[in-house]
């Protein structure tokens, strides 16, 4: 069983910074590719951004050079450094695994960009 519990969402200002964090239970949590989703109101969700095992990534067209993501093994904790952040980030933002052929969602947390 994996679960993965997402926060550090909130309220921010056009150009401000948010960091979101995941924290993952159990021992997979390094073996496993790991990623982050979002979804806005009346969108599909959407990949965001990808971290493999060994710490290669992949940042969607829309967040590059503004959003990073990372990974502290020995937590076992997931995060991304979201900068320059503008309204269209508005969205609920969810960590994802797979594990065994089932996907993992965690509850999700929101981050609303608006002055």
């Known amino acids: 069983q994996v679960q993965l519990v997402e926060s550090g969402g909130g309220l921010v200002q056009p150009g401000g910074s948010l960091r979101l964090s995941c924290a993952a239970s159990?021992?997979?949590?390094?073996?496993?590719?790991m990623g982050w989703y979002r979804q806005a109101p009346g969108n599909e969700r959407e990949l965001v951004a990808h971290?493999?095992?060994?710490?290669?990534?992949i940042h969607v067209d829309s967040v590059k050079g503004r959003f990073t993501i990372s990974r502290d093994n020995a937590k076992n904790t997931l995060y991304l450094q979201m900068n320059s952040l503008k309204p269209e980030d508005t969205a609920v933002y969810y960590c994802?695994?797979?594990?065994?052929?089932?996907?993992?969602w965690g509850q999700g947390t929101q981050v609303t960009v608006s002055s």
């Open positions: 159990g021992s997979i949590f390094r073996f496993n590719s």
């Open positions: 971290i493999s095992t060994g710490g290669n990534t």
């Open positions: 994802n695994t797979v594990w065994r052929g089932v996907n993992y």
